[in-house]
């Protein structure tokens, strides 16, 4: 399990879609969720970086990270969703501070993505996050990804690797569309 972490939060950094440290994953198991805990860096993860949690919270979730809610609410609301990648992607960040939602234009964003809604969740309101964004997921059985205006991805699959293309898939298209000037 820890390689798969370990590869797919190298993948994200150096393909730029986090920082030092920002983003998060987690994995779906029969007894509860693993997850990379709070204020880690997704690059070079190690076993100590990632806590096994319950899906009721209790004093292992402090250690967690920051949106453990909206992990463990979309685990709630969808079975099946087995992983989760959430990233900071820049070029679809950028987008969703001033569009509605991003349309490829590209071949393969329109075959994989056809359209990612952008959810405008206010900064000083966050903690509603931890619902809107798993109820989005409900709401929406044929979407596994979306973006939260001006923060961030959460793509949702069965594998933290497919969860993973989603997200470089959304912020290849978007990089498309904001260098060929397509806005």
Request: net charge positive; hydrophobic share 40%; aromatic share 10%.
């Amino acid at each position: 399990m820890i390689g798969e972490f370990r590869r797919i939060g190298d993948m994200l950094f150096l393909s730029g879609m986090v920082d030092a440290s920002s983003g998060n994953m987690s994995y779906k198991a029969k007894d509860g969720v693993w997850i990379t805990k709070t204020g880690k860096s997704l690059y070079n993860l190690r076993g100590k970086d990632i806590v096994k949690i319950g899906f009721e919270k209790d004093v292992r979730w402090n250690a967690a990270s920051s949106e453990v809610e909206i992990h463990i609410n979309i685990y709630k609301k969808i079975e099946n969703a087995k992983a989760i990648v959430h990233a900071h992607c820049p070029y679809a960040v950028s987008l969703s501070l001033k569009e509605n939602k991003i349309t490829p234009v590209d071949y393969e964003g329109r075959l994989f993505l056809k359209e990612v809604d952008i959810l405008d969740i206010p900064y000083n309101n966050w903690q509603l996050a931890k619902d809107e964004i798993p109820a989005y997921f409900k709401n929406n059985p044929k979407k596994n990804v979306v973006v939260a205006k001006g923060h961030g991805v959460f793509a949702y699959s069965d594998s933290l690797f497919r969860a993973f293309q989603l997200v470089s898939a959304l912020e290849s298209s978007s990089k498309i569309i904001a260098i060929g000037g397509f806005t």
